[in-house]
């Protein structure tokens, strides 16, 4: 079984949210970045602390990944923002990362948003909202958490994960014992998930309270109302199986659907939430869901409601299509030549939706930025880390006789006093300070 740890010297940054449409990056329009920090202020205040017992308004910029230029709705501590035109403008120094995140930066703890935020109002408020939440979810006794999820890349996490979402979805959509038999389904699919791969619900938990919880406040705050916010968690489920990868992505499909039932059946569960608490537990107790026969046999009688076998039928033919990908990238991550920078004070940006497991060891990243003390890191042609979070890998050309800043896919830039020297394994290189 893989080891899932979470290392808190690692910030990982989200850059893409599923469901969120957005159009090609330009330079930033300061009368609409003041109108977005007016529709943000405007929730919070409509909020007033209401749903968390903290206000979630608080320093806010966007950021333009091409240019760095930088919108805040507020200045910075150290005088880099300049007032213009009811807002404050500067440029990103080259050592913090761009991303959706919560970061600090000239003194000043921000909730970072990348440049264009969709163009759907709602969709762009539930952004927002799901971003200024991670800025204050340690003040409500919930800090970040990002373990893997490795599991949910094989064919029983997978397969087990789609038939949670469908039996979720109707549980939203219906009432009364409808609703009570789905929300059984939905647990009788976590539990045999759970049951086959051992160990994986601590995981699974953490991440649900991290990115599960931010988009549940990204959808509760975006401005919808009643059925419309049930209907959006409903759409989130329906287009959840269409990521690459689930092993990452997974809690902003589950985590929502699980909150939306605990406010149906207990009031008040959110000021008794804790660190560690299982949703889907909540939900089970809060509505008395009770088991009288064995797993086997509430999963013969649930799986045909929700169309088990048709997705067992396309985790198949996935999985034997996956069968030649994998191995010509895990030759070219793993087994080849590569070039390894430690990692110390990591930054990372990342798609939730593409993180593939390579081995129990290494997760592949097909696209993204890191930063650590050496310097940055481009690698758009993906990267691999290990799940100890102590080194990041790029592959780099056979026989190469002498050290690159650049290779296929990736190009880093490295601070002074680091170099790119031999490794021990032959053919492989390693990034170290001083020479």
Do not use: W
């Given at each position: 079984?893989?080891?899932?740890?979470?290392?808190?010297?690692?910030?990982?940054?989200?850059?893409?949210?599923?469901?969120a449409s957005v159009v090609a990056a330009k330079p930033i329009d300061l009368a609409v970045a003041k109108q977005y920090f007016a529709e943000a202020a405007a929730l919070c205040e409509k909020d007033a602390g209401k749903l968390w017992g903290v206000s979630l308004c608080g320093?806010?910029?966007?950021?333009?990944?091409?240019?760095?230029?930088?919108?805040?709705?507020q200045a910075d501590a150290n005088g880099h923002l300049n007032a213009d035109s009811g807002v404050f403008t500067g440029v990103l120094p080259q050592d913090v990362r761009i991303a959706n995140t919560a970061t600090v930066w000239a003194d000043v703890y921000w909730t970072m948003v990348m440049w264009p935020l969709p163009q759907d109002k709602l969709d762009r408020a539930r952004l927002m909202m799901h971003e200024l939440w991670h800025r204050v979810q340690s003040d409500v006794g919930m800090p970040m958490n990002d373990p893997p999820n490795a599991h949910l890349d094989r064919f029983d996490g997978r397969a087990y994960m789609q038939l949670e979402w469908r039996a979720l979805a109707v549980a939203l959509d219906t009432a009364g014992i409808k609703q009570v038999e789905a929300v059984k389904d939905a647990l009788v699919?976590?539990?045999?998930?759970?049951?086959?791969?051992?160990?994986?619900?601590?995981?699974?938990?953490?991440?649900?309270?991290?990115?599960?919880?931010?988009?549940?406040?990204g959808i509760r705050l975006s401005g919808?109302?009643?059925s419309e916010c049930i209907a959006r968690a409903i759409k989130k489920l329906d287009d959840a199986p269409k990521a690459e990868s689930f092993v990452r992505s997974f809690a902003y499909a589950s985590g929502p659907a699980w909150c939306l039932l605990l406010d149906q059946s207990s009031p008040g569960w959110r000021s008794r939430l804790k660190p560690g608490d299982d949703l889907a537990g909540?939900?089970?107790?809060?509505?008395k869901v009770r088991f009288t026969e064995p797993l086997g046999e509430a999963y013969?009688?649930?799986?045909?409601?929700?169309?088990?076998?048709?997705?067992?039928?396309?985790?198949?033919?996935?999985?034997?299509?996956?069968?030649?990908?994998?191995?010509a990238m895990k030759a070219k991550f793993v087994d080849g030549p590569v070039l390894t920078f430690p990692l110390k004070q990591?930054?990372?940006?990342?798609?939730?939706?593409?993180v593939i497991p390579l081995t129990d060891e290494r997760l592949l990243h097909p696209d993204g930025t890191i930063s650590d003390r050496w310097g940055t890191l481009q690698a758009p042609g993906g990267f691999t880390i290990d799940i100890e979070m102590t080194q990041v890998v790029v592959p780099v050309a056979p026989n190469l006789t002498e050290p690159k800043t650049e290779g296929e896919g990736w190009s880093v830039s490295l601070r002074r006093g680091w170099v790119i020297v031999r490794d021990e394994k032959e053919g492989c290189w390693i990034a170290k300070q001083g020479g």
């Open positions: 079984m893989v080891r899932q740890r979470y290392n808190p010297a690692v910030v990982f940054a989200v850059t893409l949210f599923l469901g320093p806010m910029i966007f950021v333009d990944s091409e240019s760095r230029g930088v919108v805040a709705n699919f976590r539990a045999a998930r759970r049951s086959i791969i051992k160990d994986c619900s601590a995981a699974e938990n953490a991440l649900e309270l991290n990115e599960g919880l931010a988009e549940y406040t919808c109302e009643g909540l939900v089970a107790r809060a509505m013969k009688k649930a799986g045909p409601r929700h169309g088990a076998d048709d997705i067992r039928d396309a985790e198949t033919k996935r999985a034997k299509d996956r069968v030649a990908k994998l191995a990591v930054r990372f940006s990342f798609d939730p939706a593409t």
